[in-house]
């Protein structure tokens, strides 16, 4: 199965845990201004929230990228919201491409709030998360 990881970053919090789900799964995960080279089974995409939506790269990332993606299984970090997968839902809708359910969350430093997170554990729950989701898939990363 062919398996990708791109994410979104503006301090560095979801690009670790994006590299957690990409040593998890022997792949290397890379920002999402890098378009996908072909077709890929599952992108398991890094978004986070900045004003109460997920950034416009990652919406972008998702409508240019579309006819080279299977599903999405997002992840991220957030101060306060969970996941931004529900406000990726037009985006994935608009662009034909299919959205997990599963997703993974945690939080992430933002001023004061959540200092030091993403932790070891959390990343660790990332890696075990990408590993779930390819057992769900019933597939191999690649
Ligand atoms: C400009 C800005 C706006 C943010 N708005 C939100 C928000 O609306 N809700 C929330 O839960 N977190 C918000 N955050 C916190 C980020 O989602 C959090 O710090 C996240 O871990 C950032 O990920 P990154 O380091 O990968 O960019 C905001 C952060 C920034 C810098």
Redesign the pocket.
Known sequence: MKTAVRY????????KVAHAIGNALSLTAEDVSTALDTKYDVVFL?S?????DADSHVKDFITKNRDKIGCIAVF??????GSTRGRLKKTCSEAGVKLLDTEFHCA???GPMHKGRPDENDLKNAAEFAVQTMKYLGKKAN
């Open positions: 979104y970053t503006r301090s560095g919090n979801t690009r890094g986070s929230y900045y004003g109460f991220g970090t957030s101060a306060l919201l992430g430093s933002f």
